[in-house]
């Protein structure tokens, strides 16, 4: 009977594979006993197939471990446990508690800047019923929607909310959303799931009401690009209209020293009428920008 062949799995330096075959003992012991000969060689063959399957397995981790090292990305599964989280559900108990403390506190007459930027609220921001509180709060003076402990370059965003005619608009609600500095939406992943996830319940949000003169500011950290894309860094705005005859306007701010902010991007921005500001720095290294936004 003639013996399967034997062979053994190697991994060259360069993580390529090659076989090569298992010398057979040649003894005369082996001669005089040819059925235990064969188990041997069946057990031997057995164990090298396991080892062979053990090495190739080690040998595909590493190359995909060093896939991500060389091209600078997180392994897939990586990447998918940070791309979207489920959106809240049901309060607990906890929470109810900490969004009536803040419905309190609005009624006492704390800014919605105290609420949103105060440590006893942060767990709370992307709940439906607490961000309901600050939008009924909204009042026409500039907003802070960060905390201190936010991680991120320090943005002032101000403008002018005007009408077709370029006449100011007062008095209206403006709603903002946007990433944090590293392009998440929730402070567990990037994207919220859902409908609308990301826009009913970003993390970093806030409502204010233009003045008599139809100005705001917003006082925030400049958002980042979402990861794993080539979409320009933004923030959102949604201007109120239901009840001005001036209209209403969903748009983005973007800035224009954002890299991803290509000339194909622009023209795109561009086309779809999003707001493209300058960034200019101020004495106390805050980014600035100014925008126009025109209802319609």
């Not at 060093?66 to 600078?72: C, E, I, L, R």
């Amino acid at each position: 009977m003639k013996h399967p062949r034997l062979e053994r799995l190697e991994v060259l330096p360069n993580n390529s594979m090659q076989r090569t075959a298992v010398p057979r003992s040649t003894g005369r012991s082996a001669e005089r006993r040819p059925g235990r000969n064969r188990r041997i060689a069946m057990r031997v063959h057995s164990w090298t197939s396991i080892t062979a399957s053990v090495a190739l397995m080690v040998a595909l981790s590493c190359w995909a471990v060093a896939v991500g090292v060389v091209s600078g990305q997180a392994p897939a599964a990586q990447r998918d446990a940070t791309r979207f989280i489920e959106p809240p559900g049901q309060e607990t108990d906890a929470m109810k508690q900490i969004i009536d403390k803040a419905k309190a506190a609005l009624e006492s007459g704390k800014s919605t800047t105290a609420i949103l930027t105060g440590s006893s609220y942060l767990t709370a921001h992307e709940w439906p019923r607490f961000r309901k509180q600050i939008r009924d709060s909204a009042q026409p003076s500039p907003v802070t929607i960060v905390s201190e402990k936010e991680p991120g370059q320090a943005l002032i965003v101000a403008g002018r909310v005007v009408d077709g005619r370029g006449q100011a608009v007062k008095a209206v609600v403006i709603y903002f959303y946007q990433t944090s500095d590293k392009g998440w939406y929730s402070d567990q992943a990037a994207h919220i799931g859902g409908m609308e996830g990301d826009r009913r319940h970003a993390r970093l949000f806030g409502y204010l009401k233009t003045n008599d003169e139809g100005r705001f500011e917003l006082r925030t950290i400049r958002p980042a690009g979402y990861p794993h894309s080539n979409l320009p860094a933004h923030i959102h705005v949604e201007v109120e209209g239901a009840n001005s005859p001036a209209g209403s306007l969903i748009t983005e701010i973007q800035f224009d020293d954002d890299p991803r902010l290509t000339a194909e991007w622009r023209e795109r921005s561009q086309r779809e009428g999003f707001v493209i500001a300058r960034v200019t720095t101020d004495s106390e290294n805050h980014q600035r920008v100014e925008v126009e936004l025109k209802m319609r």
